[in-house]
């Protein structure tokens, strides 16, 4: 079986064959031949290992009961080594099982593919920006950005598995009235601090870290900015307190194993010319209209039109005046257009669902292919500590920062039960789940099944074995070795269906699922075992343990979480 076909691809391919074949033999009409949909794995050991509903969808082109039609399938189905047999079964699946000597032959296989397997070849290259997080850079990472955090960096990784050239961006919004307030939340405190009477901006930052930052503008600067322009010293020190923010926000996303390949800036967009750039794009479509004395976004997709530059009479600062929509506008362009992104993947959080028409409104304003550009909304966290909500609202200054959170639970927790949702639910994270050390934390038995797994390993070698010995894989017949086998080998299609789907809960499913299943062949499998007649048999399932403890952590790693040798 070759790596870049799952095994569920090949198993279409060969009920698609066998309905060809049928077609040829003349036991069905001549038809149109439907895409079979990858077959889903079986729940019932007695429905075989896959299952397909093929044969359903085609009775009303055919005239015929699915089952008859599934009937006439079967025979000509071709024989492979890796399925022991394909069968009927009502009111018309065609159910395949597959081969145990085939199955037992693969846990080398798996062995040899080590951190390759699970990868898949979905992308050809394909280049793909996730940008991700991009939370305002006027506070700290809080619990709200990290659910966006782990999804993003884990759609990255698993994108990259699949196949595609992936890059992870920040977008950090250093441009705009929010930055204005941040610099006027600084200064005001940075004023008190020298007994000036300087009251605080209403639309400010009453946080204990903007007092915090302006202590340290205190030291850094003494009374410089007392005696500058009042607007210059807001800005100045409004892009200091930037620089230090994103300082604190690149050790806090560290410290949740997240990365990014570029910080793009939002003022480099107005800088650079950009901004205007598309502004008379726009105008020539015939996209800007104005009144109020704002300029507005005006497209047939929309209900109404958005706002792209306010009001002077709004905002008298001309540099604050555009809106967040009037600078995701060259963002796109330069996406798309001018960095040559094949695909560009945005992770927004709920709150931005309605900007999403008039983001893609934009694009086909501009010209640029809107398929190219990818939403990915997500509900919120909501946290929870003794079975009560913790509230929080970085704008009031009451909210839980990610690096509290990490301190107090660890990455792994985070990342972990930051996926086990989908992501069009809200999320509780349970903060005293988060750190029992029991089977009910689901963090901690798979990481569990890892950690057993090298015991395993170490007690072989205490008892004088070489783990490492190939084993016969024709020993492995017991049920609970070859539940272990299949489940490893669903992990490119685990892979196929994230990447397709970009949903990284299945992620958390799978790991949860293998750890099971290794648990259950430790249960019902003696691994080592020092009386001789059962050498060959322990290095057998010597091999198939270290096989499982690989695919363990593969799949930790694209979560982006420890592989434990020890807990």
């Known amino acids: 079986m070759s790596l870049s076909v799952t095994l569920r691809e090949q198993i279409a391919q060969l009920i698609q064959t066998g309905l060809q074949n049928a077609q040829e033999a003349g036991d069905l009409p001549a038809f149109d031949m439907p895409d079979i949909v990858p077959v889903a794995s079986n729940r019932h050991e007695a429905h075989g290992d896959y299952g397909s509903p093929v044969c359903m969808g085609l009775a009303r082109v055919l005239r015929r009961a699915p089952l008859k039609i599934a009937q006439a399938v079967v025979p000509h189905v071709p024989t492979v080594d890796f399925v022991a047999k394909v069968e009927v079964a009502p009111p018309g699946y065609i159910n395949v099982t597959l081969d145990e000597g085939w199955l037992a032959r693969q846990a080398p296989v798996i062995l040899d593919a080590g951190a390759a397997w699970g990868n898949v070849d979905l992308g050809g290259g394909q280049r793909v920006q996730v940008e991700f997080v991009s939370a305002n850079p006027t506070g700290p990472i809080t619990i709200g950005s990290a659910r966006n955090a782990v999804i993003g960096d884990t759609l990255a990784s ?30 005001a405190r940075y004023a008190n601090l020298f007994g000036e009477d300087m009251p605080f901006p209403e639309q400010g930052y009453p946080a204990a870290y903007v007092a915090e930052l302006a202590l340290h503008a205190q030291v850094e600067f003494g009374d410089r900015f007392l005696f500058q322009e009042h607007d210059t010293a807001i800005r100045a020190l409004g892009e200091w307190g930037i620089d230090r923010i994103l300082d604190g926000v690149r050790d806090d996303l560290a410290q949740l194993r997240v990365h990014f390949d570029t910080w793009f800036s939002e003022k480099s967009l107005y800088e650079s010319g950009l901004f205007e750039e598309m502004m008379t794009k726009l105008c020539d479509g015939g996209y800007l209209v104005e009144y109020d004395g704002a300029t507005w976004f005006r497209h047939p997709d929309l209900e109404k039109d958005a706002v792209l530059i ?17 600078s995701d506008i060259p963002y796109l362009w330069n996406k798309i257009v001018l ?26 304003a501009l010209g640029v292919d809107v398929d ?95 783990p490492d010995t190939p084993g016969d894989p024709t020993l492995l017949t017991h049920p609970s070795e070859l539940d272990l086998i ?7 299609e685990i892979v196929t269906v994230a990447a397709n789907n970009l949903a990284p809960h299945h992620l958390t499913v799978y790991a949860t699922e293998l750890a099971s299943l290794f648990h259950a062949f430790y249960r019902d499998c003696r691994i ?40």
């Open 486 to 492: 299949r489940k490893m080998l669903s992990l490119p």
């Open 339 to 364: 960095r040559g992104f094949d695909k560009a993947i945005y992770v927004w959080s709920t709150d931005h669902h309605g900007d999403v028409p008039r983001v893609q409104a934009a694009a086909k």
């Open 372 to 466: 190219r550009l990818v939403f990915i909304i997500y509900q919120m966290v909501t946290l929870l500590r003794g079975g009560q909500e913790v509230r929080m609202s970085k704008s009031s200054g009451e909210f839980v920062t990610l690096r509290e959170l990490a301190d107090e639970v660890g990455p792994d927790p985070i990342r972990f039960m930051m996926l086990t949702r989908t992501l069009d639910v809200t999320l509780d994270f349970d903060l005293d789940l988060a750190v029992e050390q029991s089977d009910r934390n689901p963090v901690y038995y798979v990481q569990y099944a890892h950690t057993r797994i090298a015991g395993v390993l170490r007690k072989a070698v205490e008892v004088g074995l070489d």
């Open 158 to 187: 698993v994108l990259d598995a699949a196949g595609y050239a992936v890059e992870r961006e920040y977008y950090v919004n250093d441009a705009g009235s929010k930055v204005r307030n941040f610099g006027a939340s600084i200064f």
């Open 528 to 567: 080592v075992s020092t009386d001789p007649d059962d050498a060959a048999l322990t290095c057998a399932r010597l091999m198939l343990a270290r096989a499982a403890k690989s695919v363990l952590s593969r799949v930790l790693y694209l979560m982006g979480m420890d592989a434990p040798d020890r807990m």
């Open 310 to 326: 306010r009001s002077p009479q709004v905002i008298p600062d001309p540099e604050d005046r555009p809106t967040y929509l009037a």
